[in-house]
């Protein structure tokens, strides 16, 4: 067997997320109609990975959606990231420059201060502001 096409696509939590969430309410469907188990572990699955502080999908209600993806991608397309750092800021939902850091590489040679501080506001705009630290 030959592969062809190596990691055609990247996944983002929130991707990841609506995938189990939407299989979640499909199998508890048919185990009304068919009195049937589904898996155990997905509850758990996206209680403790995905719903679980400091995660931006643990906020309720979630503030990602589709929309909010396609506008964060389009909003930072002029910034020459690419698509594993793109996915790091929306799995991450930086608001400093330290976490900015932490999403792509070589930032400080590659964007200037002025840039850091407008993605973070295009962060904060789109996905809204992470809750404050207790």
Partial sequence: MKILEAQNALLSNYEVYEFLAE?????AKQQKQNRRRGPGNLETLIREYFRSPPGP???QPVKYSADA???LVERLSSYDLAKGEL???LNMRPATPAQLHACIEEVE???SEEQHSEI???VADVLGHPPAQE
């Avoid at 299989?23 to 199998?27: F, H, I, K, P, V």
Wanted: hydrophobic content about 45%; charged content about 30%.
């Fill in 69 to 71: 993806v396609t506008s």
């Fill in 23 to 27: 299989r979640q309410d499909r199998l």
């Fill in 109 to 111: 040679s590659r964007l």
């Fill in 57 to 59: 999908l643990s906020e």
């Fill in 87 to 89: 996915i790091m800021i």
């Fill in 120 to 122: 973070l506001d295009i």
